[in-house]
């Protein structure tokens, strides 16, 4: 099997085809600090691209709580437990991914889920981690935790589901790294199902293909974010295009959080797919969780984003997230706002990098009355 190099882990690793990078690659940062699970995203995705028959289970973009939720049923615990334990100690890493764990004469080690796994989206929302026993009281950091997984196709550097079509189906494109499968090519054998280890590849029973998330790619190509990052009520959302860590650019609020700031972190970078969603991973959920979902280096993410107000460019391109329906490709900060220029340099997004307070009297004399909010 050819090698190709994976930045995520620090090192090459077995991969079917050719590693060619596209010339733009499609990447979004999600902040699951601020997501609220109010699944706006999600009604917006399933209603602009998934009301039709054969549909009805398909959640291009789905909110998850961990660590109790999963859609599909377990998509994740499960190829971890396939996969067995792994040497995370060091970095690069030093265990298998999923391609080099690849059973004899399959490309990829993967599993396809029941269709009973698809029946219940809403499995383990607001469970939180641990049990109140008698007589507990509120204690900082909480005893219970939980958090909200946005997930969508991480339209990864290197597919699974690219990797197992053996009817060539899915592609990558050149001009963003948008990956795509050909429905009129595809011939319903599922394997890309069961090669994705995110589980973001679905199969039509009507139409007896498969589908699966298109990036949003008119959007993109007129210069705009998909519809799940401009319809966050949240603001937890950066869509735009990343580059490899040897052409980070300062300017591009993407590469500054990922690549200098490295706040924001892949989901299971493990597997080796070189996955292009990036999470800010949540400030109050014990590192241990987190190191196995998100890799290397969680506890100096959390450590960076929680000094971003002493870091002016670190705030500047926080405070980007939902400003703007167009995509941002620079981003620079000047005398007190934080400013996003699309590719041609126009001005897109300004945004304050203090927000106004005022403060009124708690007692107004005019009207005789006190006020319960003052600011």
Not at 91 to 108: K, V
Request: with cysteine.
């Amino acid at each position: 099997m050819p090698k190709v190099y994976n930045w995520q882990i620090s090192r090459e690793m077995e991969y079917p085809y050719e590693g060619i990078r596209p010339h733009k690659q499609f990447a979004m940062i999600m902040d699951t600090n601020k997501c609220i699970a109010c699944q706006t995203c999600t009604v917006a995705c399933k209603t602009t691209w998934t009301p039709g028959r054969g549909q009805e289970y398909m959640f291009w973009n789905n909110v998850e709580t961990k660590p109790y939720g999963y859609y599909p049923l377990g998509w994740d615990v499960r190829i971890l437990e396939k996969l067995g334990v792994q040497d995370m100690r060091a970095f690069p890493y030093q265990g298998q991914t999923l391609f080099e764990a690849a059973p004899s004469g399959e490309r990829i080690l993967g599993y396809l889920p029941d269709d009973l796994d698809y029946a219940n989206p809403n499995v383990g929302e607001d469970d939180s981690y641990g049990n109140m026993a008698q007589g507990a009281w509120l204690q900082m950091p909480h005893m219970q935790w939980l958090y909200y997984l946005p997930r969508i196709c991480n339209h990864c550097t290197y597919p699974a589901c690219l990797a197992a079509c053996p009817r060539m189906s899915i592609y990558k494109r050149q001009e963003d790294g948008i990956v795509l499968l050909d429905q009129y090519r595809c011939r319903g054998y599922r394997e890309c199902v069961r090669a994705c280890p995110y589980k973001k590849v679905y199969f039509n029973s009507m139409t007896r293909v498969s589908e699966k998330c298109i990036g949003c790619y008119p959007a993109i190509e007129n210069g705009r974010q998909t519809q799940c990052a401009i319809t966050c009520i949240g603001k937890i959302r950066l869509q735009g295009f990343i580059s490899p860590p040897d052409k980070a650019r300062e300017d591009n609020p993407l590469d500054y959080l990922i690549h200098l700031a490295k706040v924001a972190k892949p989901l299971y970078p493990q597997f080796g797919l070189e996955p292009n969603v990036y999470y800010i991973p949540p400030v109050h959920v014990p590192p241990a969780f987190l190191y196995q979902m998100f890799g290397w280096g969680v506890e100096e993410a959390i450590a960076t984003y929680r000094s971003a107000s002493e870091n002016l460019r670190l705030l500047g391109a926080l405070l980007l997230f939902g400003s703007t329906p167009e995509i941002i490709y620079h981003y620079k900060i000047e005398g007190s706002h934080a400013l996003g220029y699309d590719e041609k340099g126009t001005e897109v997004a300004r945004v304050p990098m203090n927000e106004p307070i005022h403060i009124r009297a708690a007692y107004d004399e005019q009207f005789q009355t006190f006020r319960t909010n003052i600011s």
